[in-house]
């Protein structure tokens, strides 16, 4: 019964199909999108609930690829196109993520990248990685420890690559250019976590480790420098995804905080991308005037450097925790310093928004889908997160 | 008297602010009086239930609510008051009344009025947590209203820094106390009262104490690192110059307090940490700007001293101190900082001197018999801040005048306790003394 797991991977590709059909830019159709979505998310809890033999590990991050999904089919935008190629790539990346060979997911997720790059410059900065990865799988069989580490490796090049692209190709669609980052990076950490847990001697830590610093320097350095949205979007992006890299040295403790984390980051870079959607360079921040706007972005780029009390602040106990347990503390006290350095870079974008005596004139609010998804994740992460640390535990469990 | 457990006092008193800041966003700017008599309103309601918490205290008997918030993690919603806890949400609830009131519906808006009742229910959560990681959450949800109440770019940029630094510290030394709870009990715990029972090698103990120092060099702030409290106290209007004078400057010391005096036995770093406030307090006396800034960081060296002080009577003067001090600070935050008409003596600004006063006795004179050379320092820099304040403050306004009765009547009546600012659980200073 492990197929069912794939079982949501089917319906956005239903949704693509509606989108790329006349119906697909009518409001009509936009609803059905969505309609679509949530119905595969439903799956995926009914799924869950049902045991049907589909991981639990597979159903939380898939349920984290759908809630991405349904939130940019939800959004008020108009880039019909690169949505619709986010719902191939959502399928992609829950195949990436429900399927136990990596043989079958490293192509999904490359994949996935050569289907959301519209460009076909600086082709070369996507192939090298991608064929590194590919090579890897192959290299896997007669040495682990080799292949394992250009499997990691690639991958995560290929992820920064894509996501850059993605996110500079336009500042308008920016929820759905996020998506596709976001559920990317969710398909991207599925290999690593679960190459982690299973090849515990030969995982290439060292590698993770470099690539997690290197990852959350840039994005600290890139949010603190940003003057151009897109930049800072990425930048946060990569300080996420450096983040989620540094929890995988936290060994068996370390799973459940981590998939918390994943989907803190979720929140924090689709909220962000709603609240600046439309803005194009830092200063044009303070033209905001709507209140609900910025306070999505506020809490947006808070929980995205897990500041006391937004999303992803309760995970920073016991990923610590774990952290120090494997004898990676000086690694963590560096890590702080760095998500310090992201705090003081996403205050940057709350002080703007925030700063009084500016006459604002964007009177364009933030969608209603935005404010829900800001209200469901105070309570889910903030307010009453039991239930969704007992979910994410289970199902960093499940991976074993 | 004690309160019936049914009746979640702690919880209510906390949350009745935010829940007047909810209220209070929903008239627009036109319905400046209704949002005031609103916000006043629960301000007041307020203070009333933190009067009633303070009044009928009785040791032994103090509320608490414990419910789990995270049980796999450790984490509790933990609210508790000791002695010192109940004069401290009388003291937040009272200033956050006096900041209401001190400036008319038209010069405080929408925003302000709600970041204001959101920064009294930030400071009645720091005043009564008793789980690590609600303490932090409370910790950074006030330090991001204070931020945004300062409201220019430049001076938000640069008080977050420093105080995120701060908050930065204080989340790693609950982060390595919440593991070793772990470590060592066999299960994940951030409660705080528990950090005081763990066992470490002395070096790592002096580390954490330098490092729980930091948290309060930081965020007190200590001398040299005070350069975002000028422009900070310069930015803000009365209001919010109240909060951050006479309630933030609680939030630092507050965490050593509770978090890590209790847990430092051994305080290997505690000398060094004394020079520094002591410093600080000379900086105060000397510094030749008119503003509050050098003064603020002279006296909360003053309390850090006290609270180093090795006898219980030396701390409970620097917890008096603590509270003196925000009082004090309160009563010169009606002042408006930096000005440049500011010409003394005045009888108010006695009464401001006069409040720094008792503490300051008593934390000099528990030090004298343990570092005369440094309480000769800290002294000397008392008399030239105190000589400095008496010169340069200008009488007050007598609609600010008027709002100095409840800050004196309230100092009056902390004089009037001291036995609730003694440490109850006197752990850390015992530790010392059988040493």
């Known amino acids: 019964m492990r197929i069912a797991a794939f079982g949501p991977a089917f319906l956005p590709l239903l949704a693509a199909w509606v989108l790329s059909s006349r119906a697909g830019a009518s409001r009509r159709g936009r609803w059905m999108v969505a309609a679509i979505d949530v119905l595969a998310l439903l799956l995926a809890a009914l799924l869950w609930n049902a045991w049907l033999g589909a991981d639990l590990f597979s159903l939380f991050l898939g349920a984290c690829v759908l809630g991405a999904l349904t939130f940019a089919a939800v959004s008020p935008e108009q880039d019909i196109e690169s949505l619709g190629l986010l719902h191939l790539g959502a399928s992609l990346s829950i195949v990436a993520v429900s399927t136990r060979e990596l043989s079958w997911s490293v192509p999904a997720i490359l994949l996935f990248g050569i289907l959301v790059r519209k460009t076909r410059e600086r082709l070369v900065l996507f192939l090298v990685p991608s064929v590194v990865a590919v090579a890897g799988l192959a290299v896997a069989a007669a040495s682990d420890e080799i292949g394992l580490l250009l499997v990691a490796a690639g991958l995560s090049a290929v992820w920064l690559v894509v996501s850059r692209e993605v996110l500079r190709s336009s500042t308008s669609g920016l929820v759905t250019r996020m998506g596709v980052s976001f559920t990317l990076l969710v398909a991207v950490s599925s290999v690593h976590l679960r190459i982690a847990a299973w090849f515990p001697e030969a995982a290439p830590l060292g590698t993770i480790e470099a690539l997690a610093f290197g990852a959350l320097s840039l994005g600290a350095f890139g949010a603190l420098g940003a003057m151009r949205i897109t930049t800072f979007l990425t930048a946060v992006a990569l300080a996420r995804?450096?983040?989620?890299?540094?929890?995988?040295?936290?060994?068996?403790?370390?799973?459940?905080?981590?998939?918390?984390?994943?989907?803190?980051?979720?929140?924090?870079?689709?909220?962000?991308?709603?609240?600046?959607?439309?803005?194009?360079?830092?200063?044009?921040?303070?033209?905001?005037?709507?209140?609900?706007?910025?306070?999505?972005?506020?809490?947006?780029?808070?929980?995205?450097?897990?500041?006391?009390?937004?999303?992803?602040?309760?995970?920073?106990?016991?990923?610590?925790?774990?952290?120090?347990?494997?004898?990676?503390?000086?690694?963590?006290?560096?890590?702080?310093?760095?998500?310090?350095?992201?705090?003081?870079?996403?205050?940057?974008?709350?002080?703007?928004?925030?700063?009084?005596?500016?006459?604002?004139?964007?009177?364009?609010?933030?969608?209603?889908?935005?404010?829900?998804?800001?209200?469901?994740?105070?309570?889910?992460?903030?307010?009453?997160?039991?239930?969704?640390?007992?979910?994410?535990?289970?199902?960093?469990?499940?991976?074993? | 008297m004690s309160w019936p457990s049914a009746f979640p006092i702690l919880s209510v008193l906390v949350w009745t602010p935010a829940a007047g800041a909810l209220l209070s966003a929903f008239p627009g700017e036109d319905r400046a009086a209704l949002r005031r008599m609103l916000s006043i309103g629960f301000a007041a309601l307020s203070l009333a239930l933190a009067s009633a918490l303070a009044l009928t205290f009785e040791p032994g008997s103090s509320p608490r609510e414990l419910r789990r918030w995270i049980p796999t993690l450790g984490l509790s919603y933990d609210l508790f008051v000791d002695g010192f806890g109940s004069i401290l949400v009388l003291w937040v609830a009272l200033l956050a009344l006096l900041a209401l009131v001190s400036v008319g519906s038209r010069e405080l808006g929408r925003q302000a009025t709600c970041l204001i009742l959101l920064a009294e229910t930030s400071l009645l959560g720091l005043a009564t947590a008793s789980d690590g990681a609600l303490f932090l959450a409370f910790y950074g949800a006030c330090l991001l209203v204070l931020t945004l109440l300062l409201g220019r770019f430049e001076e938000m940029k640069t008080f977050f820094s420093f105080q995120t630094a701060g908050a930065t510290l204080a989340v790693v030394y609950v982060a390595i106390s919440y593991h070793l709870t772990w470590v060592q009990t066999g299960f994940p715990s951030a409660e705080i009262a528990r950090f005081s029972s763990l066992v470490t090698f002395p070096d790592s103990q002096s580390r954490m104490f330098l490092l729980g120092a930091a948290v309060v060099a930081f965020a007190a702030p200590l001398?040299?690192?005070?350069?975002?409290?000028?422009?900070?106290?310069?930015?803000?209007?009365?209001?919010?110059?109240?909060?951050?004078?006479?309630?933030?400057?609680?939030?630092?010391?507050?965490?050593?307090?509770?978090?890590?005096?209790?847990?430092?036995?051994?305080?290997?770093?505690?000398?060094?940490?004394?020079?520094?406030?002591?410093?600080?307090?000379?900086?105060?006396?000397?510094?030749?700007?008119?503003?509050?800034?050098?003064l603020l960081v002279g006296f909360q060296g003053l309390v850090v001293l006290g609270l180093l002080s090795p006898a219980a009577e030396g701390?409970?003067?620097?917890?008096?101190?603590?509270?003196?001090?925000?009082?004090?600070?309160?009563?010169?935050?009606?002042?408006?900082?930096?000005?440049?008409?500011?010409?003394?003596?005045?009888?108010?600004?006695?009464?401001?001197?006069?409040?720094?006063?008792?503490?300051?006795?008593?934390?000099?004179r528990e030090l004298w018999s343990t570092a005369p050379a440094l309480t000769a320092l800290a002294g000397l820099g008392l008399v030239l801040s105190m000589f400095r304040l008496v010169r340069t403050l200008p009488p007050l306004s007598p609609r600010r005048s008027l709002l100095l009765v409840p800050l004196v009547g309230f100092w009056i009546f902390s004089l009037t306790a001291p036995s609730r600012f003694m440490p109850a659980d006197s752990k850390a200073p015992a530790t010392v003394e059988e040493e």
């Open chain 1, 241 to 400: 995804a450096g983040l989620v890299l540094l929890a995988l040295l936290g060994g068996v403790h370390a799973g459940g905080p981590l998939l918390l984390e994943l989907a803190a980051s979720g929140v924090s870079l689709l909220l962000l991308a709603a609240a600046l959607e439309r803005t194009d360079t830092i200063d044009e921040i303070s033209n905001l005037r709507s209140v609900p706007r910025r306070l999505v972005l506020a809490l947006g780029a808070l929980s995205a450097c897990s500041f006391p009390p937004f999303p992803g602040f309760v995970a920073a106990f016991p990923l610590s925790s774990a952290l120090v347990d494997q004898g990676y503390s000086f690694s963590l006290l560096v890590a702080v310093a760095l998500l310090f350095l992201l705090a003081l870079g996403s205050m940057r974008v709350v002080a703007r928004a925030w700063e009084s005596g500016r006459t604002r004139k964007v009177e364009s609010t933030v969608g209603l889908a935005a404010l829900g998804l800001a209200i469901a994740a105070s309570l889910a992460f903030s307010i009453a997160p039991a239930r969704l640390v007992e979910i994410a535990r289970a199902a960093a469990l499940s991976i074993l």
């Open chain 2, 223 to 294: 001398f040299p690192l005070t350069s975002w409290v000028s422009s900070a106290t310069s930015a803000l209007t009365t209001p919010g110059r109240l909060l951050l004078l006479g309630g933030w400057s609680l939030a630092g010391t507050l965490f050593f307090v509770r978090v890590v005096l209790p847990s430092a036995a051994l305080r290997e770093g505690a000398p060094f940490v004394m020079v520094l406030a002591a410093l600080s307090l000379l900086y105060a006396g000397l510094a030749s700007r008119r503003s509050w800034a050098p």
């Open chain 2, 315 to 364: 701390v409970a003067a620097g917890r008096a101190g603590m509270l003196q001090l925000a009082l004090a600070f309160s009563t010169l935050a009606l002042w408006k900082a930096d000005s440049e008409d500011a010409r003394g003596p005045a009888f108010t600004s006695g009464i401001a001197v006069a409040m720094f006063l008792p503490p300051s006795w008593f934390v000099l």
